[in-house]
């Protein structure tokens, strides 16, 4: 592959992280604060939705990394080397 289709492909790349980690939880406040001012919900139920989100996120992304580094570092697989 090309320089420079490379470098396209990482920016492409780029963009879809970028837009996925402002996005979603743009998306996900803005939820939220239009259900406290169409008072649908009240800001305890709010705070306890995304309190609960979060307690059930952080242990999927530390079982999701540990299983990603047991695979990567599995038998006849050395450690990758830090780049120079």
Do not use: H, K
């Not at 649908?40 to 079982?63: E, M, N, Q």
């Amino acid at each position: 592959m090309n320089p420079l289709a490379e470098s396209m492909a990482a920016n492409a790349l780029l963009a879809w992280i970028l837009s996925l980690a402002v996005g979603g939880p743009g998306l996900i406040g803005a939820i939220g604060i239009s259900r406290i001012l169409s008072q649908a919900r009240d800001f305890s139920d709010l705070l306890a939705g995304y309190t609960g989100a979060a307690a059930w996120l952080v242990p999927c992304i530390g079982v999701t990394e540990y299983l990603r580094d047991s695979t990567t570092r599995g038998a006849g697989n050395p450690s990758p080397e830090p780049p120079p």
